[in-house]
């Protein structure tokens, strides 16, 4: 399969499949870049009989040729990293790969100690963060206020960059919020001990990127999240702390929109969504847990149990628009085998209106109520299907309306967790058929 620049994001609230279409694709790329984002969030990907949990380092860096950068526009928890690497290394993965941008921003135990106060005070009002530090850290970095990975390479510089921050946020913490002060000292020797550790993996973020390019080599952009979390065009503030979207890539990679030459999007045959926020397809009691239990909807970073719901055309088509979608990786087909039916959401009614599209406001769109249409189930097993041919006419008739639907061609079709239950229906970088989106 060959490559060229390619962005891969999801195309709802995080945890399409991401990770699994994103190793598919690693395959062919010389370089994985992972470009916005932090702990909160994660991947799950399954290789025979083991299942590997990552939430910084790119999945491409199964592959043992292939350059995997964790960008500058990400935040990074240099302990989770360190502890990332090291069951990595028990699953006889190798690391040398591994790249870490200088001028990726770092967490901080004081980021962790607020993100988890400010939430609780929140109330009833809560966002629903993961409570790993990831928007104090966001914040720090926009007040210019933040740690850098380079500030960990060097005693002097870290001593300096460290200590009004650390002034500031004790006092938070402890006059506002009740909590015991964090020592200076302590802070130091123990991150410095990461950069230590993590020397050796630590490069310029866009030097690198550009010298890849200019030798023409294969660039993967992999986001965290998706698009309805992103902080400017998402589900506000019911968000994460960065941009997810394609367009993030440039920002969070240092490299120009010229670079990219397509947008693959990833969205699960059905919606899901964690934390809190409106979620109008949402379902209550035993399909919601039908599809929980089936799908294995547990968040592989928190283990927070996923919000199940019938598939979103409106936000779809939204994702398609704002992130300039050139095809989609449908995941998780498997997991609608057993209905007997099954619902679309093909547009809202909010105030006694029809609407067809996504509205910025928060409070409009907790108000919106689903349009659905219904189409049969196919009531067997996908599973072992592996070429579109295989699977069920109903199964075909559910991803044609929805290719059609997005007005997007769907190149990916995922039928189960592991490497092997997937249908490629035509290279989904170098100009899919639309078959998918005839009647």
């Known amino acids: 399969?060959?490559?060229?620049?390619?962005?891969?994001?999801?195309?709802?609230?995080?945890?399409?499949?991401?990770?699994?279409?994103?190793?598919?694709?690693?395959?062919?790329?010389?370089?994985?870049?992972?470009?916005?984002?932090?702990?909160?969030?994660?991947?799950?990907?399954?290789?025979?009989?083991?299942?590997?949990?990552?939430?910084?380092?790119?999945?491409?860096?199964?592959?043992?040729?292939?350059?995997?950068?964790?960008?500058?526009?990400?935040?990074?928890?240099?302990?989770?990293?360190?502890?990332?690497?090291?069951?990595?290394?028990?699953?006889?993965?190798?690391?040398?790969?591994?790249?870490?941008?200088?001028?990726?921003?770092?967490?901080?135990?004081?980021?962790?100690?607020?993100?988890?106060?400010?939430?609780?005070?929140?109330?009833?009002?809560?966002?629903?963060?993961?409570?790993?530090?990831?928007?104090?850290?966001?914040?720090?970095?926009?007040?210019?206020?933040?740690?850098?990975?380079?500030?960990?390479?060097?005693?002097?510089?870290?001593?300096?960059?460290?200590?009004?921050?650390?002034?500031?946020?004790?006092?938070?913490?402890?006059?506002?919020?009740?909590?015991?002060?964090?020592?200076?000292e302590t802070i130091i020797e123990e991150y410095l001990s990461y950069g230590e550790k993590l020397s050796k993996h630590v490069v310029e973020c866009t030097r690198t990127i550009h010298k890849a390019a200019k030798n023409r080599k294969n660039i993967l952009f992999e986001g965290a999240q998706g698009t309805l979390l992103d902080l400017d065009h998402g589900t506000y503030p019911f968000v994460t702390s960065s941009n997810p979207v394609s367009g993030g890539a440039c920002i969070g990679a240092g490299v120009g929109p010229t670079l990219i030459d397509r947008v693959i999007g990833v969205a699960k045959a059905y919606t899901t969504r964690v934390g809190e926020g409106p979620f109008p397809t949402e379902l209550q009691g035993e399909m919601n847990d039908q599809l929980c239990e089936r799908g294995g909807e547990f968040g592989t970073t928190t283990g927070r149990r996923r919000r199940c719901g019938w598939f979103d055309g409106v936000i779809g088509k939204y994702a398609v628009e704002v992130n300039g979608l050139d095809c989609l990786a449908i995941t998780k087909l498997d997991v609608l085998d057993e209905l007997d039916e099954i619902k679309i959401c093909v547009a809202y009614q909010l105030e006694g209106k029809r609407i067809d599209h996504f509205p910025s406001n928060a409070e409009d769109f907790a108000r919106c109520e689903p349009i659905f249409e219904t189409l049969p189930g196919w009531k067997c097993s996908t599973g072992d299907c592996r070429q579109l041919s295989q699977l069920p006419p109903a199964a075909m008739s559910y991803l044609r309306f929805l290719a059609e639907l997005m007005e997007v061609p769907i190149a990916i079709v995922s039928i189960g967790a592991s490497r092997d239950q997937t249908i490629v229906v035509e290279d989904p970088i170098h100009g899919p058929k639309r078959a998918l989106l005839s009647a």
């Open 1 to 184: 399969m060959s490559l060229a620049n390619v962005v891969v994001i999801g195309a709802q609230w995080g945890d399409e499949g991401k990770g699994k279409i994103t190793d598919l694709l690693s395959r062919s790329a010389d370089v994985v870049v992972r470009y916005q984002g932090g702990v909160n969030a994660g991947h799950t990907i399954v290789v025979g009989e083991k299942i590997l949990k990552l939430h910084l380092i790119p999945s491409g860096i199964l592959y043992p040729e292939t350059i995997c950068l964790i960008g500058s526009g990400t935040v990074i928890d240099p302990k989770v990293m360190l502890s990332e690497m090291e069951m990595l290394v028990e699953n006889g993965i190798d690391l040398s790969g591994l790249q870490l941008a200088s001028t990726a921003h770092v967490t901080m135990p004081y980021h962790r100690l607020l993100d988890e106060a400010m939430e609780k005070q929140r109330g009833d009002q809560r966002i629903g963060t993961t409570g790993r530090g990831i928007g104090p850290t966001y914040a720090d970095k926009s007040q210019r206020n933040g740690i850098r990975v380079i500030d960990l390479l060097d005693e002097k510089r870290l001593r300096e960059r460290i200590s009004r921050p650390l002034k500031e946020k004790n006092a938070v913490l402890q006059k506002i919020y009740g909590l015991p002060i964090l020592e200076v």
